[in-house]
């Protein structure tokens, strides 16, 4: 851990003097908080977190008892807030290449999908992913789950898709793999191998699902699979067959859909079962209507809509409406070069109309459930991964109010500290 310039050498420590905001819900399930539970942030004005060996251990108002104390390492947070650790449910963190050059080009007036259509976009990144390493990948998958958890990310979601053929989609999650292994972040992979139509290969639909698909699944049983459904992409025909493929694989399936166009999409993948229906940003009313009615999570990303200067998904409706709602940052090379959560909780408040604590539970709880990791991280609880953020404010009100606002004084992730602007830690 060492070349992370952080000495983590500590195997417990005492957090006393806390602004705790622990998400701890009153149910004890581990489903995605809705309407006003969306709200409940579970905080604990004044206390103290006990974790050992990555677990924590004991939560509560005021000191701990003094035989969960044992030899602790003291931290004292001077009333400042503590929250569990950010939960990046949608990124695309594995990459090689930059795509700095079409930065100029939209600024021309250029679109989206137009630089998709002309080869760029996915297509200039899957080329450079090609021709890449392993090792190369895993380095950057690393690096960049690193400078994410300066921003108070603990866990994160990677994807492939950038491959788009069998050898290098396998290559990308061997990356991801890689890069699980060797951080003190937790990171989590799906395979997107519907991410883009390969040009170069007239039956690569027909490939992708007859061939890639299931050679992914048999290396990596039970992986999450992912599509992007949009003009100029994958249909909606092509996704039905190719999650329709996977669910009889035994693959949970999420979607990126409705980011630029409503193409029907939303009620077949609800249909499906989908885990998450991920944009949304031009979904019709009853479309989003119908995702809050379901089990189905709503990811909404809204970092891109900033970046691409479009529509965010109208999520002050879909909550009103009871709807699921994570909210993540979909780091990657060209619509979302973002590394840091708290920048997306200022969107959810400024853009979306959320509330500060709406928007905490989306980043945190709702994410973790988005992966089906709610069990381990996302709240503050005892016997939960100590993903811990000690931020530089006494009120949590200021991520969502403040844009470059207060960055993480200390971060633990599973225990092991990523970030320390203490001396004493470093």
Known sequence: ????????????????????????????????????????????????????????????AGAPPAGVRGDLVE???????????????????????ERWDEWDLK?????????????????????????ASTESLARGVETRALQMAQYGTTTLEVKSGYGLDCET??????????????????????????????????DFVTETIERTLPAILARYPGITTDAYCEKGAWSVEECVRYFTRARLLGSGVRVHT???????????????????????????????????KSSTIAVGLPGTAFCLGTPTIRARKFVDAGGALALATNANPGSAPIRGMPIIVSFAVREMNLTPAE?????????????????????????????????????ERALGYELSGPLPDLVWARGKLVRSTDPQFR
Not at 6 to 34: E, F, H, M, Q
Not at 173 to 201: C, F, K, M, W
Not at 361 to 387: P, Y
């Open 169 to 202: 989609e396998i290559r990308m999650l061997e990356a991801i793999e890689q890069a699980a292994q060797n951080s003190p972040l937790r990171i989590v992979s799906t395979y997107l191998g519907a991410h883009a139509i390969d040009p170069a290969r007239g």
């Open 258 to 292: 409705d980011q630029f166009n409503s193409l029907g999409m939303i009620p077949a993948a609800l249909a499906l079962g989908a885990l998450t229906l991920d944009h949304l940003e031009a979904a019709s009313d009853s479309d989003l209507e119908a995702v809050a």
């Open 75 to 97: 931290v004292d947070a001077a009333g400042r807030v503590v929250l569990p650790g950010f939960v990046d449910c949608h990124t695309h963190a594995c990459w090689a290449g």
């Open 359 to 395: 928007a905490l539970t989306t980043v945190t709880w709702n994410s973790a459930c988005a992966l089906g990791l709610a069990h381990l991280c996302g709240s503050i609880e005892s016997g939960k991964s100590a993903d811990l953020v000690l931020w530089a404010c006494d009120d």
């Open 107 to 131: 600024s021309a007036g250029k679109s989206y999908l137009e630089i998709l259509a002309a080869g760029g976009g996915i297509h200039a990144t899957v080329r450079a992913v090609r021709a």
């Open 1 to 60: 851990m060492a070349r992370y310039g952080i000495r983590i050498t500590v195997d417990g420590y005492l957090v006393k003097n806390a602004r705790i905001v622990s998400l701890r819900g009153g149910s004890g399930d581990l489903l995605p908080r809705r309407g006003a539970a969306l709200s409940q942030l579970g905080v604990i004005p004044s206390g103290s977190i006990v974790f050992r060996a990555g677990q924590i251990e004991w939560v509560g």
